[in-house]
């Protein structure tokens, strides 16, 4: 194990809270719109099975992303996300806001970011992470960069390796058999 491997493992195992961007991370960044100008997103059920995996554990989800969208509030509820910050122009503030409504220090969180919107949180967290597809200069600030695209399980991906760094994927392992 390498040095920057067993750093970054040291940050996943630190992570209390994993703040996701939506558009790009959650979803593949498609916004769809019906003929009534109703706005559809698509997201991964294997995404979702991670961020319960990590509830599960202990370790909450928090939601940061500059749209609104009804489709966004119905996912949320169905995985029971409670942390939501939606219409956010400036994410990097809001960061304040959650680390003193869990009384938790920066390097207790990990962002989940894909574009230039996203580079001011995370100089912030103590974990910086980027999707496979994400803009250049957002994957050169992230401290991991996913192998899976986003919306493909790139979320999932994360909290796999969190759940692994804490040493909790086996009790995780666990609810399915």
Request: hydrophobic content about 45%; some cysteine; overall charge negative.
């Amino acid at each position: 194990m390498n040095n920057s491997h067993q750093d970054l493992i040291k940050k996943l195992e630190q992570v209390e809270i994993f703040l996701l961007d939506v558009d790009g991370v959650l979803t593949d960044g498609n916004i769809i719109y019906n003929d009534d100008g109703i706005e559809t997103k698509a997201f991964n059920v294997k995404d979702g099975l991670g961020i319960r995996l990590l509830e599960s554990a202990g370790i909450k989800t928090v939601i940061i992303t500059g749209r609104s969208s009804k489709a966004l509030l119905h996912r949320c509820e169905d995985l029971g996300i409670s942390e939501i910050f939606d219409g956010v122009t400036r994410k990097a503030p809001v960061l304040d806001i959650i680390l003193s409504k869990f009384k938790i220090q920066p390097e207790q969180t990990a962002f989940m970011g894909d574009d230039l919107p996203d580079l001011p949180l995370m100089d912030l967290v103590g974990l910086p992470i980027a999707v496979a597809d994400a803009h250049e200069a957002v994957r050169q600030k992230a401290h991991m960069v996913t192998a899976a695209k986003g919306g493909k399980g790139a979320v999932r991906e994360v909290c796999e390796s969190i759940l692994k760094a804490k040493n909790v994927w086996e009790r995780a392992l666990g609810r399915f058999e």
